[in-house]
Every structure is written in C-alpha cells, then in structure tokens.
C-alpha cells in the first residue's frame, strides 16, 4: 500500500494514506496542511478526514471494480451461449 511522502515532527515517514490521487495525506498535502498547521483544523481531525476520504474512494473503487467483473461475466456467459448454441447447430 502507498504511503504518505510527508515527514513527520518527529522527523520519521508518515505512515498515513495519500488522498486525491496525490503523494500526500490530508495533513500533509499542500491544499489541506496551511489549514492543519495554522490551527484552522485540529490535526487528529485532520487525520480522520483523511482517512474517511480515503475509505470512501476505496468504496468507490472497489464497487466499480465489482461491476466491470459482473459485465464481464455476463459477457462470457453470452459468448458461451452462442458458441453451445453453434456446437448443436453443426454438431461438433
């Protein structure tokens, strides 16, 4: 899994995820951080955002990904149909 490219206080990689396809979590991105760091967001709030969004775009991801599987399946078992229906037709 990608993590977070920010350093933390403590001068160690931050283990958060990045959000909006970016390298950065929502404490560390440069849209969001000037908010976190001037006090304008709590930072715990901050993270707890960040982790939300991403929870939430995961959803997205993988509910997409669940019906790209269902269109393909439906599409195999077309294909299967025709090709048994073509086998019977010219006895093979």
Known sequence: MIK????TQAGTACKGTPIDGSQWC????????????SGEVERGVGAVV????N???ACVRDG???????ELIARMEQL?????AKESRYGA
């Open 4 to 7: 977070c490219s920010g350093i």
């Open 26 to 37: 929502y404490v560390h991105h440069p849209d969001h951080a000037e908010k976190v760091l």
């Open 50 to 53: 960040g982790q939300l969004l």
């Open 55 to 57: 929870g939430a775009r």
């Open 64 to 70: 997409l990904a669940a019906r790209e599987q269902e």
């Open 80 to 84: 299967e149909e025709a090709l048994e």
